[in-house]
């Protein structure tokens, strides 16, 4: 594939912290005109003033994607002040480690709301945009952790191999119609909800080394952006493997982590 030039117009979900906001930070420093979007708005005004003050472009609209009907509009909203929509980065998520007797429906209920039907409706907004543009970039985040069920994480592993199943079907259905879809599937990063986290994180990449990553990867519109290389090649065998296996290394880490931590 011939390498393609960075986006002019970019909006961002999930923009305040983590990979949303290095990614952000990353696309303004390449030129493009980004739209940033989050609940928090004085985590919005600032990113954007840091964007600003390096010499980039940069506005931000305050949307929870937890109502789809917010996400669904918020890529039109977006084109409305960029003028046009060359990428689309659905990145807002949720997730915390729970085992599945401890599960509450409240928790399973936000993290679907937020990264499946929030990320699928952000999508959706921005499709007839570029129907009628006849070119965009449409790009998910999901997560290494959707390539298989691993202990405690039930809920986020599912809502992410949603995510991914949706992206792979926008594929097939709009390749021809000019629009790029690209799955993103992060590892461990340092980011606020990681920073939660009582477990061993193996290979886990900062948020600015991660966007860096991410956005030059993107310029090739690959189907899939995955990160880093040792946990990808561990994820796609643990893919292969039987159950029977998968679950026998997965809780015996579990198991050393909670000695370790306990």
Known sequence: MAKRSTPRSVLITGASSGIGRALALEYGKRGAHVVVTARREPELVSLCEEIRGAGGRADHLVCDVADPVAAHAVAKRGEEILGSLDMIVANAGVGASSHASRLSLEDVVRTIDVNVRGAMATLMGA????????????????????????????????????????????????????????????????????????????????????????????????????????????????????????????????????????
Do not use: C
């Open 127 to 262: 499709i007839p945009i570029m129907l009628g543009q006849k070119h965009g970039h449409l790009v998910g985040v999901s997560s290494l952790a959707g390539r298989r069920a691993l202990p405690g994480s039930a809920d986020y592993s599912a809502s992410k191999a949603a995510l991914t199943v949706f992206l792979e079907g926008l594929r097939l259905d709009l390749s021809r119609a000019g629009i790029d879809v690209t799955d993103v599937q992060p590892g461990f990063v340092e980011t606020p909800m990681t920073s939660k986290n009582d477990f061993p994180m193996p290979f886990i990449w900062d948020a600015a080394k991660a966007a860096t990553y991410v956005a030059d990867g993107l310029e090739r519109a690959p189907a899939m952006v995955a990160f880093p290389p040792p946990l990808r090649f561990l994820t796609r065998l643990a893919q292969l493997l039987p159950f029977s296996v998968h679950a026998f290394a997965t809780r015996r880490a579990a198991r050393r982590s909670t000695k370790r931590n306990g």
